[in-house]
């Protein structure tokens, strides 16, 4: 099975792994249009791609704006006449003791890891139901299976996105031969620390900086094993830990 010429859509393609899974799929063949709010980066991201002779479209978007989410995904379709894998993977994880009443940070998790992925998923289900043809791959996390204090919240947003991808897939997934994943990481390498402002967790940070963890391509891998599995075959789920990683 192969990708080369499906047409991808990325949220949060300007760091880690949305940026990883970008040049992944990229130089699998795939067409990739990547989002996120840092325009700069997505720019590199696309001069990237063209140096290896993909081809790219990115811009700006922002999703928790369900217009964002719709005009994005009808651009895409305009320019290559199809949307055939949505990466859902905008999120962020300002990690804090529930005390700390840090009520902005819940409100930004809950706006862009639970409602981001319901509105970009929004955005492509009608082009996927037309086509009859579609992969959803929502990136949840080791935190969609377990909870630990200071992330109570992110771990319900975590939750929430494992859910949703099962009930998305048993909607979906025979009725309109469109598949759903929900990827589940451990640590992963990225900039997803650089959003935690609790400063009890600073022990915290510096352990995950100290430990031999994943790296973004390790996950695009991951995902790419998904979304070039045969038609007949949906992996629904795939959680991935680094080796020195117990919980
Ligand atoms: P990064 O911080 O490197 O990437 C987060 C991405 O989300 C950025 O591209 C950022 O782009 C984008 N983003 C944030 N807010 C918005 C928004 N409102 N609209 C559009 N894009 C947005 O971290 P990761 O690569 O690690 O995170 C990617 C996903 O992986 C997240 O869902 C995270 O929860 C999940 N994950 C990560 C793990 C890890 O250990 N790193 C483990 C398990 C899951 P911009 O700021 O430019 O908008």
């Not at 047409?7 to 990229?26: D, F, N």
């Not at 700069?40 to 790219?56: F, N, V």
């Not at 949505?86 to 962020?92: C, K, P, Q, R």
């Not at 935690?196 to 900086?209: C, G, M, P, Y």
Request: charged letters at 20%.
């Amino acid at each position: 099975m192969t990708i080369e010429g499906k047409v991808a859509v990325i949220t949060g393609g300007s760091s880690g792994i949305g940026y990883a899974t970008a040049l992944a799929l990229s130089k699998a063949g795939a067409k990739v249009a990547a989002g996120a709010r840092r325009t700069d980066r997505l720019e590199q991201l696309k001069a990237e791609i063209e140096k290896i002779g993909g081809e790219a479209l990115v811009g700006r978007l922002d999703v928790t704006k369900k217009a964002d989410c719709d005009s994005f995904v009808n651009d895409v379709v305009k320019k290559w006449g199809a949307v055939d894998i949505l990466v859902n993977n905008a999120g962020l994880m300002p990690l804090s003791f529930f005390k700390n009443l840090k009520v902005d940070e819940w409100d930004r998790m809950v706006d862009v890891n639970l409602k981001g992925v319901l509105y970009a998923a929004a955005a492509v289900v009608p082009h996927m139901i037309a086509q009859k043809s579609g992969h959803i791959v929502n990136i949840s996390s080791i935190a969609g299976r377990v909870v630990f204090p200071a992330g109570s919240v992110y771990c319900a947003t975590k939750h929430a996105v494992t859910a949703f991808s099962e009930g998305l897939r048993q909607e979906l997934s025979q009725r309109y031969s469109i598949r759903v994943t929900a990827i589940e990481p451990g640590v992963v390498d990225t900039e997803l620390n650089n959003t935690i402002t609790d400063a009890s967790l600073q022990k915290f940070v510096e352990s995950t900086k100290q430990m031999a963890a994943l790296h973004a391509e390790d996950i695009a891998n991951a995902i790419l094993f998904a979304v070039g599995s045969p038609p007949h075959m949906n992996v629904n789920e795939i959680m991935v830990r680094p080796t020195v990683q117990e919980r």
